[in-house]
């Protein structure tokens, strides 16, 4: 036995059906373009919402979670050192004193002039009779 052939009003009925049911799945789609492409999400958010939503696949969910886990929980990376330290050269003491003596024997010629100009200056004075208390005047 074969089925009746289907009417042209009965074509018409499944055709009306089938374009109600893909303009609801159109509309929802849409939505969910819209919701997802909105300026105030970044990537990280959207994928966040995605594997937090129950209503998608659970796929899409793992596939969402497995992209987003780098933001959440990163990876421990080396860091550079702060400073770059480099340690003196060991000097022994004594070493250290004989050359610090040396530079203060240098010096000294210099404050042995500097105190001969200033006993060469009261010599001055002394002559000039400027500084003299006891002179009468």
Do not use: C
């Amino acid at each position: 036995m074969t089925e009746p052939a289907e009417t042209l009003e009965q074509k018409l009925e499944r055709y009306a059906t089938v374009i109600g049911l893909q303009r609801e799945e159109i509309d929802r789609l849409r939505a969910v373009v819209a919701k997802l492409t909105e300026g105030t999400d970044d990537a990280h958010s959207t994928l966040r919402r995605i594997y937090l939503d129950e209503t998608e696949s659970s796929n899409a969910r793992i596939k969402a979670a497995q992209a987003s886990i780098n933001f959440e929980k990163s990876r421990l990376e080396n860091v550079p050192a702060p400073m770059e330290l480099v340690a003196e050269p060991y000097e022994p003491l004594a070493v250290v004193v004989e050359r610090q003596r040396a530079r203060a024997d240098e010096m000294r010629p210099i404050e042995q002039t500097k105190a001969a100009n200033r006993a060469a200056m009261e010599k001055v004075r002394r002559l000039d009779g400027n500084d003299d208390d006891t002179a009468g005047g």
